[in-house]
């Protein structure tokens, strides 16, 4: 028995479909939220009781404005902020940019080459100048594209990695770094850009297949007359394609185990052009199947070369210069002195071709880098530099790994992770800029090195009063931009000062987002960073996603003009539909390719709900246009419910305490049961960092369950003014939206505020599965009427007939007695009339154990209906066989495909189940 119904409060808001559009207008409503969430960001509170949930932004470049992997990458960073706030931890989304050393260098010095200046008529501190200004006036545009985004950042928290803070803390580590002996100075060859006249880190370097030559070059043996006389060659074939770099070689190596070459270990070999002659070696490095077999060795201008002349102990003189032109030196011949690397090239080759020594010139596709900035080819050249020891810190961040500390999304990444740790070499640290975090090294006029004391770390040496009585000039030099991106995830929380409030609360941070293209350069130096100078990995999870392509699956270029700006799919489809296909599109790390359709899809969607919601706002405004906030929906809700069970259910969210009311019609319970069985689902995806496969599980029940079947299969009982149904829309729609709020934050946030809500939607709590709510009768039960209204559709259509045409049928079966139950939801929803039998000759359709019959006699022309039927049937006949032939040609099953194997296969199953249903109806006219 329930209470009498209570007397409504008056609400605080009245619900009316008309305060809503007649479609979703993302123009209109999402940029005032926009503006609303970067005006009041989402504080996270260092001193709540509450579990943290970090996660800091890969800081995008001062320089940079959105790109689509940007916006891909901040989608799936704020689907999991929002997600984890409502869950109720203390989440901190931690925005912020990188100085990006070369880049924003390159745009300042190119504005003052058109005033006619240079860097270096300002001098250093005047240009730093300019560079600051440059920075607050034009820098930083792509943190207002990340607002309009939506992002639910932490604005107050904002950092720039040449802040003071963060400055700070790049001195700290440098210093830290030095005095254990990691940081060292010294020759080693690293990557030059001619152009911008300094070294590159390898995320630095756009890796390009051209087309070039291979030329086999003739090195002769110490005695080639004694060689011939002997029966052997007189010269040793080398195969190179930078015969511009032979004047540096300083041996040719051969594997020690291969059999051609074991004779010449020891020997020595002239280098062409030249009286020259080096040694030849073995050396485990050379791979004995590949080219010819032996390998010049230059150690100035090759990594592998570099590392074996290490092991050797050879001379590595370089004949490059830093602006890409042959060296002068002595053992540049001097025909080729000066010359530009590629025009020495075509001389050398030239040179070759006259003195014999060309033995072969063939087209060879060659990978060369080119410098990201400039564009320029790289040069590898030995240079003195800052490097750091990495390989202690590598040991630390496997053992970590082993451990179980970190975790890498998806599980494959974690070998291509260990793969490179093992296998790491030294990083160089320095580069010849003036924007970015000048390295704090002194050197007195003999050349000794001078770093601040671990004690004093923040005193310049040359103010050190231990210093006084030296002249010490500092190290032009800069840190690469990676040095300091390195520390991001804890100098943007205080770090060095570890008694921070930030520090302790939110680190370590809890998940890292990002390409999969920076695991090396960025991601794996932020785990050897934690470790090394916190002593703890930096994050516990690592969720990798794939690169951003074109629709034909290419990167995207300026260069290749097949760029896609995402701010014109934000005006063309709105940011919720671009949110909505950046997470849909989101697969297992998998690289994503460009598809305008997953854009028109979630634009579809978002208005397929805010139709919902409209639809659901006039029912409501039309039967109880108090039922607006969370205490009014629970004073309209408990109003069904025993008195014994109120207080109890006061303590649950709303859809616990409308199942417990004791007028829902089976839809109601369906929809209720669904719903947290789909809400257990998506929180388990989302659990598992699967955001794509948590999207598409909540769009295919909002669309398909809520919308097409039990919006449609409600109206009755809204008609007929059944409260239940009534609360239960409401409920079921409030609770769609927290789940879909965390990828589509507009217009979940828009229709919440519709329904009476003062509170935002982003601050309320997350859905809680509960197994109360399981209603396997209800699904069972609402699944024959499914059954019965496809069956009804299916047999308009085979009788010719429209989806609006009234059709008399008769359902058979187990079922049917739940379906003559629900007749008018059946009837409503396929527009047919439920009748107790048929007489006659029938048409049945048989869906999921639930027989539909419809009438002949009277729907249709039986002669003409007939005819067709037999035209069909030979169609089938026709598909059979065709079928049947191509699985009986052995040539067709040896080439094809698996998977269209398969397909014909089906389609001879499926072709014959329907021709055996329609000859036995049409036996029925025998």
């Known amino acids: 028995m329930t209470d009498p119904t209570p007397t409504l409060p008056e609400a605080a808001e009245t619900n009316d479909a008309s305060t809503l559009a007649k479609s979703f207008d993302p123009q209109a409503v999402e940029p005032g939220w926009a503006a609303r969430w970067r005006s009041e960001p989402f504080r996270a509170d260092a001193t709540s009781g509450k579990e943290p949930f970090t996660i800091v932004i890969p800081p995008p470049n001062v320089t940079g404005s959105l790109h689509l992997g940007h916006a891909l990458d901040n989608t799936l960073i704020d689907t999991l902020i929002r997600y984890k706030r409502m869950q109720g931890f203390e989440a901190l989304y931690l925005p912020g940019m990188d100085h990006a050393g070369i880049s924003t260098q390159v745009v300042v010095e190119r504005q003052l080459r058109e005033q006619g200046a240079t860097r270096h008529d300002l001098g250093r501190e005047k240009f730093l100048d300019n560079v600051w200004d440059w920075k607050q006036e034009s820098g930083g545009m792509i943190l207002n594209q990340l607002a309009r985004l939506g992002v639910s950042a932490d604005w107050t928290r904002e950092r720039f990695t040449m802040d003071e803070g963060l400055s700070r803390a790049v001195r700290h580590q440098f210093v830290k770094l030095y005095h254990e002996g990691a940081a060292y100075r010294g020759e080693r060859i690293v990557n030059w850009d001619p152009a911008a006249q300094t070294t590159l880190s390898e995320l630095e370097i756009d890796r390009e297949v051209r087309k070039g030559k291979m030329y086999t070059l003739s090195y002769k043996l110490g005695d080639p007359q004694a060689a011939a006389s002997n029966g052997e060659p007189g010269e040793i074939r080398i195969a190179t394609v930078r015969p511009e770099t032979i004047f540096a070689d300083q041996a040719i190596a051969v594997h020690p185990q291969d059999p051609r ?52 102990g050879l001379a590595r003189p370089s004949v490059i210069d830093l602006h890409g032109n042959l060296t002068s030196d002595e053992l540049v011949p001097g025909a080729f002195q000066g010359m530009e690397r590629f025009a020495a090239r075509k001389a050398v080759v030239a040179a070759l071709t006259e003195s014999g020594d060309l033995l072969e010139e063939k087209d060879h596709d060659t990978a060369i880098g080119l410098s990201e900035r400039t564009k320029v080819p790289v040069e590898p050249i030995v240079s003195e530099q800052w490097f750091v020891r990495m390989k202690p810190f590598a040991d630390q961040v496997l053992a970590g790994l082993e451990g ?17 740790l093992e296998n790491i070499r030294d990083w160089n640290i320095s580069r010849q800029l003036w924007w970015g975090h000048q390295i704090p090294a002194w050197y007195d006029e003999e050349g000794n090195v001078y770093v601040p004391s671990p004690e004093k770390p923040d005193l310049d040496c040359d103010k050190d009063p231990r210093y006084k009585h030296l002249n010490l000039r500092r190290d032009p030099d800069v840190f690469d931009t990676w040095f300091s991106s390195n520390l991001w995830p804890f100098s943007t929380l205080g770090w060095p000062d570890t008694d921070s409030e930030d520090f302790r609360k939110f680190y370590p941070t809890q998940v890292l987002v990002t390409g999969y293209d ?3 350069f960025w991601v794996a130096r932020m785990q050897m960073a934690g470790y090394g100078l916190t002593g703890q990995a930096p994050f516990s999870t690592v969720m990798l996603h794939g690169l951003y392509l074109d629709a034909k699956g290419q990167k995207m270029s300026k260069s290749k003009g097949n760029g896609v700006d995402p701010l014109n799919l934000f005006d063309e489809y709105g940011v ?5 296909a950046f997470t849909f599109l989101s697969t297992g790390g998998q690289d994503i390719k460009h598809d305008p359709r997953r854009f028109e899809q979630g634009r579809n969607f978002a208005n397929k709900l805010w139709n919902a919601a409209r639809f659901a706002l006039l029912r409501l405004s039309e039967a109880a246009p108090g039922l607006g906030s969370d205490d009014e929906l629970t004073h309209y809700v408990l109003n069904a419910v025993n008195p014994r069970e109120k207080e109890t259910l006061r303590s ?4 616990a305490m409308v199942r417990h009311r004791e007028d829902l019609t089976l839809a109601d319970r369906w929809i209720i049961s669904r719903l947290d069985a789909v809400t257990a689902e998506a929180t388990a995806q989302l659990g598992a960092f699967d955001i794509g496969a948590a999207i598409r599980t909540l769009y295919t029940f909002t669309w398909d369950e809520f919308c097409d079947w039990y919006i449609e299969a409600a109206k009755p009982a809204l008609a007929a003014g059944n409260l239940g149904t009534l609360v239960t829309l409401k409920a079921v729609l409030e609770h769609i939206l927290k789940l879909l709020h965390p990828f589509m934050p507009f217009v979940t946030s828009e229709l919440y505020a519709a329904l009476g809500h003062r509170r935002q939607l982003a601050l309320h709590s997350w859905p809680r599965p509960d197994p109360a709510l399981h209603d396997a009768e209800a699904v069972r039960a609402f699944s024959a009427l499914r059954a019965a209204v496809d069956g009804a559709r299916s047999l308009k259509s085979e009788l010719g007939l429209s989806p609006q045409d009234r059709l008399d049928v008769a359902v058979q079966g187990d079922l049917a007695p739940t379906v003559t139950e629900n007749a008018r939801v059946v009837e409503a929803i396929a527009r047919v009339t439920l009748v107790p039998e048929l007489a006659g000759r029938t048409l049945s359709a048989v869906e999921r154990g639930v027989t539909v019959l419809a009438p002949l006699e009277g729907t249709v022309d039986i002669a003409d209906w007939v005819g067709k039927q037999k035209k069909r049937l030979a169609e089938f006949d026709k598909q059979i066989r065709q079928a049947q032939g191509k699985l009986g040609n052995e040539g067709f099953v040896a080439r094809a495909p698996a998977e269209v194997i398969e397909e014909e296969r089906r389609r001879v199953a499926d072709f014959g189940a329907q021709k055996e249903r329609l000859e036995g109806v049409l036996a029925q006219f025998a």
Do not use: C
């Open 518 to 520: 920076i695991l090396f």
């Open 652 to 655: 649950r969210d709303a859809l």
């Open 404 to 420: 179980g500390e970190m975790r890498l999304v998806p599980e494959r990444y974690g070998k291509v992770n260990r793969d490179w």
């Open 261 to 312: 070459f074991a004779h010449l270990v020891g020997q020595r070999a002239r280098i062409p052009l030249t009286d020259r002659t080096v040694p030849i070696i073995a050396d485990e490095a050379v791979e004995m199947e590949f080219g010819v077999g032996a390998l010049k060795i230059t150690p100035a201008h090759d990594p592998t070369d570099f590392e074996v002349g290490e092991r050797h």
């Open 576 to 580: 919720d539909a671009s949110r909505f």
